[in-house]
């Protein structure tokens, strides 16, 4: 079924509200009721709104329509949202690093767990709070449009290389095809090499969150492992300090020495 851009309830063409974040938001839920009111609390933030009502939509649509995240319910018919978000990931320029809040059933942990592993940078538990919903997208579109100085020079360690202006980062000279939270952790790691970053810091600095579920932050990283690591089973560059957090290390640590390593049983690897 083709997409449209509709309107929600209550959509009066009203300016964006208090926020200043906005931009072009794909809504993709086969419930016509969900669609229509997240459909509508964005287009009163000042969003402008697509809608797609299966999987198959969606990705004709992230493509013709060039938006700047998607909401994905993870129920769809047919293609669930997980087969939309790793077909996203896996698709060309401009649509891989595309920001995914995913919507989940309220309870259903692996749901949540499968949904940041295949690449969805953030998820709202269903029933939710359309305000939180706003909130939740502000946030993922604010990080992706904060601005860096044009100055700052490139952040380097071990063969990694990462230009947080132009939001590349490199490994051997080869790109790394980073979502925008996986980039946003790698350039925090880059910036506090060494130093150990538990969880709770993470989440606040890099999610902005002040509080939040936090297998968000060890999926994040353990993806993230999987795409700088020479091993990410044996992880030599962002190391695991059992019962504390992350440290990046400046000199990567010899494979298999046995302090920190992926394997922990810690709840942080």
């Given at each position: 079924?083709?997409?449209?851009?509709?309107?929600?309830?209550?959509?009066?063409?009203?300016?964006?509200?208090?926020?200043?974040?906005?931009?072009?938001?794909?809504?993709?839920?086969?419930?016509?009721?969900?669609?229509?009111?997240?459909?509508?609390?964005?287009?009163?933030?000042?969003?402008?709104?697509?809608?797609?009502?299966?999987?198959?939509?969606?990705?004709?649509?992230?493509?013709?329509?060039?938006?700047?995240?998607?909401?994905?319910?993870?129920m769809l018919p047919g293609m669930d949202g997980l087969e939309v978000c790793r077909r996203l990931r896996a698709g060309g320029a401009g649509v891989h690093t595309l920001p995914v809040v995913m919507l989940t059933a309220r309870g259903d942990e692996e749901d949540r767990i499968l949904g940041l592993e295949v690449g969805a940078d953030d998820y709202v538990t269903k029933p939710f709070s359309p305000r939180e919903l706003v909130l939740r997208v502000r946030s993922v579109l604010r990080r992706r449009s904060s601005t860096t100085p044009v100055d700052e020079p490139?952040?380097?360690?071990?063969?990694?290389?990462?230009?947080?202006?132009?939001?590349?980062?490199?490994?051997?000279?080869?790109?790394?095809?980073?979502?925008?939270?996986?980039?946003?952790?790698?350039?925090?790691?880059?910036?506090?090499?060494?130093?150990?970053?538990?969880?709770?810091?993470?989440?606040?600095?890099?999610?902005?969150?002040?509080?939040?579920?936090?297998?968000?932050?060890?999926?994040?990283?353990?993806?993230?492992?999987?795409?700088?690591?020479?091993?990410?089973?044996?992880?030599?560059?962002?190391?695991?300090?059992?019962?504390?957090?992350?440290?990046?290390?400046?000199?990567?640590?010899?494979?298999?020495?046995?302090?920190?390593?992926?394997?922990?049983?810690?709840?942080?690897?």
């Amino acid at each position: 079924m083709a997409t449209s851009k509709e309107s929600g309830p209550g959509s009066s063409g009203a300016g964006p509200t208090s926020g200043g974040v906005t931009g072009r938001v794909l809504v993709v839920d086969d419930d016509p009721t969900v669609s229509e009111v997240v459909a509508g609390y964005l287009e009163r933030a000042g969003f402008t709104v697509d809608r797609a009502v299966d999987g198959p939509s969606a990705l004709e649509a992230a493509a013709r329509c060039r938006p700047d995240l998607v909401v994905l319910d993870l129920m769809l018919p047919g293609m669930d949202g997980l087969e939309v978000c790793r077909r996203l990931r896996a698709g060309g320029a401009g649509v891989h690093t595309l920001p995914v809040v995913m919507l989940t059933a309220r309870g259903d942990e692996e749901d949540r767990i499968l949904g940041l592993e295949v690449g969805a940078d953030d998820y709202v538990t269903k029933p939710f709070s359309p305000r939180e919903l706003v909130l939740r997208v502000r946030s993922v579109l604010r990080r992706r449009s904060s601005t860096t100085p044009v100055d700052e020079p490139l952040l380097v360690v071990a063969g990694l290389a990462v230009d947080p202006a132009a939001r590349r980062a490199t490994r051997d000279g080869s790109e790394l095809a980073l979502t925008l939270r996986e980039f946003d952790l790698l350039v925090y790691f880059l910036r506090h090499p060494g130093q150990v970053c538990d969880r709770e810091r993470l989440m606040r600095e890099v999610w902005g969150w002040e509080y939040g579920d936090l297998s968000t932050v060890t999926v994040h990283v353990r993806r993230l492992r999987s795409k700088i690591e020479q091993d990410p089973a044996d992880p030599q560059l962002i190391r695991t300090v059992w019962g504390a957090g992350y440290r990046l290390e400046t000199v990567p640590c010899p494979p298999g020495s046995a302090a920190g390593g992926a394997r922990a049983e810690d709840g942080l690897a």
